[in-house]
């Protein structure tokens, strides 16, 4: 069944991590899909969007989902995409709660340099602690046990 789902929503990944109710049938199916048979082409179709999908009002939920439920190299990919947008200053209110996911979740390594790229820019980090999403960021920061938490206490 899971298949037949998924060959009929290949292609809509990313129309479907903006819509409303698409986002959470994307969430639920990532939620509850064995960890072996994860819906990997259609969550492709959407990575290939998460630069956008990381600002957006729904998509960021379905990135959080993939960082929560999906395999190493899908979090390695939303990471990598966050970095370039912290180098880029364009992260929004959505974009940091997926940042607060990727510093929970991501291997250690990933953390580390999602971490790094925080504390290059202090200015930006102060700021980041006055908004509701940037406060989770800095929290995820204090449970690492990484260089981030040190820093920060």
């Known amino acids: 069944m899971v298949q037949f789902i998924e060959e ?6 990313p129309a479907l991590a903006r819509h ?3 986002c959470r049938v994307l969430c639920r199916f990532l939620e509850h899909s064995e960890p072996d048979k994860r819906p990997t082409p259609l969550v492709a179709d959407v990575l290939r969007d998460a ?3 990381c600002r957006h009002n729904f998509g960021h939920h379905v990135l959080e989902a993939v960082l929560e439920h999906g395999p190493p190299c899908q979090q390695h990919f939303i990471a990598a995409v966050l970095r370039e947008r912290m180098r880029a200053g364009e992260l929004n209110r959505h974009a940091h709660c997926v940042l607060a996911k990727a510093l929970t979740y ?3 390594e990933d953390r580390h340099l999602l971490s790094e790229q925080l504390f290059k820019d202090p200015p930006s980090l102060v700021a ?3 908004r509701p ?3 989770n960021v800095l929290r995820a920061l204090m449970r690492d046990p990484g260089p981030g ?5």
């Open 8 to 13: 009929e929503l290949h292609g809509l990944g």
């Open 20 to 22: 409303g109710y698409g």
């Open 51 to 53: 630069s956008g999908l």
């Open 106 to 108: 991501c291997h250690e």
């Open 128 to 130: 980041l602690a006055s």
């Open 133 to 135: 999403c940037g406060a």
């Open 149 to 153: 938490s040190q820093m920060l206490s």
